[in-house]
């Protein structure tokens, strides 16, 4: 913790002074050496089709920004996307993959009997945990919510269609608990587990990617499945203070002692969320070589409020990201006009309704 405090502390200093040079030449030197970094090679590959594409060369894709379809072909809003599939479904995630999408998103939770649910919260409308639930029991209430395996499949199908050509990779999302769900931080480990166990089942490591806002997730998940590629998530809270956190929110803000904390400061947003704060946006950099992450990503409220304090910032965020070898994606697009200014920054990827973001997307060449 000393070491992430006094690294903070000096690279505020050069934030200051515009050298980014030097922030990514020291990150790169002190974190590579202590704790490792980025990859590549770690890619296992599985017995299967051997024409299949993989997530590796969805990283190595030199056009951007490349459309991701956000849980499956976007939020299933009446008032904007009338007629669309609920989102985080298998009718929503096929509708993108036949839509053009090569890579589509999907949020998974934990069940009480350990299988993966493809549902956003870690609870119901009524507060009820989806950890208490078993499998059978949620779809008895939901009967839309599928589980991971099903999601899995239709990746493959698409995955096996493509052929010499990209397609049919899956993101998946390792949602944070919630303080209401998970009061004694006990349930990453199992998430995170039963999750590794199912890609491997599946033999679709290769084809999938880990996606988290807790970089202690993706701590567990860089111990348990190095195979697997990992993206770290920025949120604007994530940089305010305490105070500034809850005059936003509303919600009181307790600081807590988180059992995995890689050296920063957790803190519990009323019952409904548990994330790190970042001193500084080279801070969330640091931890995402420390978690092994190969892509960085940043919400629409971190880009946008960087922009705006800052001009540029939102791009020096996104160069420095890539001189640090990692990519930069962006969340959400759902109008064209969202879209221009995540692509303006120069990010990799955006999570983005479908067909829109297909539709603005330069060409894919095949791997």
């Known amino acids: 913790m000393r070491f992430s405090a006094q ?8 934030e200051r002074a515009g050298f ?6 020291s990150a790169i030197i002190t974190l590579v050496c202590w704790f490792g970094g980025p990859t590549p090679a770690m890619a296992q590959q599985y017995p299967g089709n051997p024409q299949h594409s993989t997530t590796e060369d969805f990283l190595g894709l030199n056009v951007r920004p490349v459309a991701i379809g956000h849980h499956g072909v976007g939020p299933s809003d009446p008032a904007t996307n009338p007629g669309l599939p ?15 999408a090569r890579v589509v998103e999907v949020d998974v939770q934990l069940t009480a009997d350990a299988k993966l649910a493809v549902f956003h919260d870690d609870f119901l409308g009524d507060f009820t945990c989806i950890h208490s639930l078993t499998l059978d029991q949620l779809q008895a209430r939901l009967p839309y919510v599928p589980e991971l395996r099903q999601i899995i499949n239709v990746a493959r199908e698409f995955n096996n269609r493509a052929a010499d050509d990209l397609g049919g990779i899956l993101i998946v999302e390792l949602k944070a608990f919630s303080p209401h769900c998970d009061p ?3 349930f990453e480990q199992p998430l995170v587990t039963a999750a590794v166990n199912e890609i491997r089942q599946e033999q679709f490591a290769d084809r999938v990617m880990f996606d988290s806002f807790s970089p202690a997730l993706l701590y567990l998940a860089q111990q348990t499945a190095p195979e697997i590629p990992r993206e770290l ?14 005059a936003v929110t ?3 803000v307790t600081v807590i002692n988180k ?24 801070q969330f950099l640091i931890t995402g070589l420390v978690t092994g992450a190969r892509v960085v990503g940043g919400e629409m409220d971190f880009f946008r409020a960087a922009e705006q304090q800052q001009p540029g910032s939102g791009a020096d965020f996104v160069a420095a990201a890539h001189s640090l070898g990692m990519r930069t994606f962006a969340d959400p697009a759902n109008t064209p006009a969202d879209w221009n200014f995540f692509a303006s920054l120069g990010v990799d990827a955006i999570y983005s309704a479908i067909p829109m973001g297909l539709r603005l997307q330069p060409a ?4």
């Open 184 to 186: 004694g931080d006990n």
């Open 20 to 25: 980014w040079e030097w922030v990514v030449r």
């Open 250 to 252: 509303g919600l009181p």
């Open 364 to 367: 894919i060449p095949s791997p």
């Open 233 to 246: 998530d920025l949120d604007g809270l994530q940089l305010l203070t305490p105070a500034q956190v809850q």
């Open 259 to 282: 059992k995995i904390s890689l050296g920063l400061t957790w803190a519990e947003i009323g019952p409904v969320f548990r994330l790190p704060g970042y001193a500084s946006p080279t």
């Open 7 to 14: 690294v903070s502390s000096c690279f505020k200093r050069f």
């Open 86 to 100: 609920i989102e985080n479904t298998v009718a929503s995630v096929r509708q993108a993959y036949t839509l053009g």
